[in-house]
């Protein structure tokens, strides 16, 4: 019996977690949503958001008449670039252990156009996003080992703010996700003598089952060890290991792939599809060799089949493991199925992949 038939767990390399797979649970013919999308429609400027060229922030501040992207500190942030006294008790303590920490947050505007997200925008904005990401990087990690690059996408994700925008934060510990993934990269790594991302980028490319889109530098695939219903891997297939790295073609190439993934992710429901998505860099400044590392991204869409239907992680996956009905394979054939051409441009008309 096949795995696309049967009940069986798959392991994730990057953490050494696994997730149990029933297929036989949501393995019938696709029929699409049911329930209506939300179509509110947002202007292009409001003069109400935070976000948007010109207006005045919570903390007295006036955002520049932006073109491209903006970044500012976070009026809010989680991290503090100071490190707070902690009771020397705490340092040392098995059962009660707590360690210092400081860091940056900021909030990274992708458009002045407080309607437009990530794949309604041109090709030269992506780029700028991208350049942004890259000069952020580049400027953050002279002073942290951890520069965590990210986006929460719809009000499903807790996004409170509809301006489409990201977040950056960095810090000089590791983040947990972040330690894992460099954790079990280096132990492939050191066995094998290849880097664990470069292996698999070569098999998914020899299999191409779960393939979304490829270029010349990017891969994207739905994973093999994917837990969220339509999540999905986007991949450097050169020996990349940061931002820093990227040239004026991986950019370029990159907004491409961007553009094509955040499409077809729209265009599942017809709606703007929700999702957390973050990329994992190489820890920074470490003094050591890190060709362990690829440069890569997640994304971890919530919505299951419809744009208001969404997988919830409660019970069984919060208790045991993750698990999951749509297989990667059936995610990923839907995915390729959907069009490269946003269906806000095809209203009324027949999409042509």
């Known amino acids: 019996m096949s795995l696309l038939a049967s009940t069986h767990r798959r392991k994730n390399p990057l953490t050494g977690r696994w997730i149990l797979v029933s297929p036989h649970r949501n393995n ?8 209506a999308p939300n179509n509110t429609t947002l202007v292009n400027y409001d003069e109400a958001c ?28 989680a991290l503090t670039p100071s490190c707070n006294d902690l009771p020397a008790d705490n340092l040392n303590d098995d059962l009660f252990s707590a360690d210092h920490t400081s860091g940056e947050c900021r909030v990274m505007c ?51 703010q509809p301006h489409p925008h990201g977040q950056i934060w960095a810090h000089q510990h590791l983040s947990t996700e972040v330690d894992i993934e460099d954790t079990q990269q280096l132990d492939y790594f050191n066995k094998r003598g290849t880097a664990l991302l470069a292996d698999y980028v070569k098999k998914e490319q020899a299999d191409g089952t779960r393939t979304v889109f490829e270029n010349t530098h990017w891969l994207v695939v739905v994973p093999f060890w994917a837990a969220w219903p339509f999540e999905t891997l986007l991949l450097s297939k050169d020996n990349v290991q940061h931002f820093g790295q990227l040239n004026s073609t991986q950019i370029d190439t990159l907004a491409e792939a961007l553009k094509v993934l955040t499409t077809k992710y729209d265009n599942i429901f017809n709606c703007s599809f929700a999702y957390s998505m973050g990329w994992h860099n190489a820890p920074a400044n470490r003094g050591q060799d890190e060709q362990h590392w690829r440069l890569h991204a997640h994304f971890y869409p919530p919505l299951l089949r419809s744009a208001s239907i969404k997988k919830h992680m409660v019970g069984y996956e919060m208790l045991g493991e993750s698990q999951r009905d749509l297989s990667a394979e059936t995610a990923a054939s839907i995915l390729q199925a959907a069009s490269t051409t946003h269906y806000k441009a095809t209203a009324g008309k027949n999409h042509d992949t």
């Not at 019938?28 to 329930?35: D, I, K, Q, S, V």
């Not at 942004?132 to 499903?156: M, P």
């Open 50 to 77: 935070p976000l948007c060229p010109t207006n005045t922030r919570a903390n007295g501040e006036s955002n520049p008449d932006y073109k491209y992207t903006h970044v500012f500190n976070n009026d809010f942030g």
């Open 110 to 160: 992708f458009s002045p156009e407080h309607n437009k997200t990530l794949p309604e925008l041109e090709h030269d904005a992506l780029c700028a996003v991208v350049a942004t990401w890259q000069a952020q990087y580049n400027e953050l990690s002279q002073r942290y080992q951890c520069v965590q690059v990210f986006e929460n996408k719809g009000e499903i994700m807790g996004c409170s």
């Open 28 to 35: 019938r013919p696709w029929l699409g949503a049911t329930e």
